[in-house]
């Protein structure tokens, strides 16, 4: 069974810092997407991170993918006031198609 | 851009009652799915549809719960009867067949009383 695990689970910062959002999957698999969402709001779709050494970059945020330490990342430079949402990676099952997710960081990013 | 549209945005029933949760997936994508986010929790899978058929179910999907396809733009999610544990916000998703990206609807959010 394949089980993500994310940390932090809450994360607050102040702005002009950078940090780290590590995600964790326990099987292999060829796709890792991050999700961001505001309070009562959808999932907005970040990054899709297909091959191992993958990395994508928009704006403050930079996501990367180890397959072989089944680890990725969600690097955040600088933070703003804007940022402050939850996070989450998700990962597609290699035996199926659908997406499971992880725990979620709820990030605050103070001014 | 394409969206996922979903409706009622917010719908509140009574434990026992049955509910319908509708989607209107992007026209061109075959992969259909639900999930579900209980309050301040992780999202879950809950069912996947391609063909007119189920393609995976998880162990939250019991028989309580049925999905249909019944006129080639609409996808429903049917609770029979519901329980004041299935109180959670609902996501519509659909994705392309070669597409790697997964666009997922609004929600709506059940509350059961």
């Known amino acids: 069974e394949l089980k993500v695990e994310q940390n932090p689970l809450f994360l607050s910062m102040q702005e002009g810092k950078n940090y780290t959002i590590y995600c964790n999957y326990s099987?292999?698999?060829?796709?890792l997407y991050w999700y961001r969402q505001d309070p009562g709001k959808s999932l907005e779709s970040l990054f899709v991170?297909?091959?191992?050494?993958a990395v994508k970059q928009e704006g403050r945020l930079m996501a990367s993918l180890d397959t072989k330490a089944r680890l990725s990342t969600l690097h955040i430079t600088a933070a703003v006031h804007d940022l402050s949402a939850t996070y989450f990676c998700?990962?597609?099952?290699?035996?199926?198609?659908?997406?499971?997710f992880g725990g979620g960081t709820r990030l605050m990013v103070k001014p | 851009e394409p969206e996922v549209t979903q409706t009622p945005s917010h719908q509140v029933t009574q434990m026992g009652q049955e509910v319908i949760l509708r989607c209107v997936p992007i026209?061109?994508?075959?992969?259909f799915y639900w999930y579900r986010q209980i309050l301040g929790q992780k999202v879950e899978f809950l069912v996947s549809?391609?063909?007119?058929?189920?393609?995976?179910k998880s162990e939250i999907f019991d028989d309580q719960f049925s999905v249909e396809r019944p006129d080639g733009s609409n996808f429903t999610l049917k609770i029979r009867s519901t329980k004041l544990e299935d109180s959670a916000m609902y996501f519509c998703?659909?994705?392309?067949?070669?597409?790697?990206?997964?666009?997922f609807g609004s929600g709506t959010r059940l509350t059961v009383v």
């Open positions: 549809f391609y063909n007119n058929e189920i393609s995976e």
């Open positions: 998703a659909s994705r392309e067949q070669a597409g790697y990206g997964y666009t």
């Open positions: 998700a990962v597609r099952n290699n035996a199926g198609n659908m997406l499971t």
């Open positions: 099987t292999t698999s060829d796709r």
């Open positions: 026209s061109n994508h075959l992969y």
């Open positions: 991170l297909l091959s191992n050494g």
